[in-house]
């Protein structure tokens, strides 16, 4: 018994030592990407914007861990005010090198890559009937408020590239299929690629 409490103190002393070497050998592009996985952490999301066909829509992306859920909630009109369709994107996701604006904010590259599903609910009558007509997913079993999984087909494990700002609360990114975007492609007066965190 008498060695029991001196064993304790030597495993602590050498677990802290292990996290200490464990952190002097990050590299300060890891430390970077570690804070902004942080920083990222959580739900962001966007104002209602409308879009060129006059529908409207809200993007909620959240982050946790190495994974992006980003939810789309598809409106029939230009306020947001009347449910259409309900989708839900997952994305694995990994921080680049950092990026420094014109403006003196920050950002960082990153990629994101898509899974093999998504979900789909439709909320009104015709999105239930506009997906009947199409087999939207490769079915025609629709209803209204029920939640299919689809599959995202060739684009399954497609990697997108990408960049963002970061600005206190809000993140601005944007991607491409085939290369990163410029620091002049981010766009910080456009409600779409806006996102407040919440």
Do not use: R
């Not at 060129?52 to 939810?71: E, H, K």
């Not at 060739?154 to 960049?163: I, Q, R, V, W």
């Amino acid at each position: 018994m008498k060695y029991f409490i001196p064993m304790i103190i030597l495993s602590l002393v050498l677990l802290s030592c292990s996290k200490d070497e464990d952190e002097e050998t990050q590299t300060a592009a890891e430390k970077a990407a570690a804070a902004q996985l942080v920083a990222l952490e959580g739900t962001w999301k966007t104002a209602c914007y409308t879009n060129s066909d006059n529908t409207s829509s809200i993007l909620t992306p959240t982050f946790a861990g190495n994974v992006l859920t980003i939810t789309d909630e598809k409106h029939s009109d230009t306020s947001c005010a009347t449910d259409y369709s309900l989708e839900e994107w997952p994305f694995t996701f990994s921080i680049g090198d950092a990026v420094t604006f014109a403006n003196g904010k920050t950002g960082h590259k990153f990629t994101i890559t898509i899974g093999s599903t998504y979900k789909l609910t439709p909320q009104s009558a015709s999105a239930v009937s506009a997906f009947i007509s199409s087999s939207k997913c490769s079915t025609s079993n629709w209803e209204l408020n029920t939640e299919k999984e689809c599959s995202t087909g060739d684009d399954a494990g497609d990697t997108k590239l990408c960049l963002y700002q970061l600005d206190g609360n809000n993140w601005y990114p944007d991607c491409d299929d085939s290369a990163y975007p410029s620091t002049s492609d981010i766009q910080t007066d456009n409600a779409s690629s806006t996102f407040t965190k919440q």
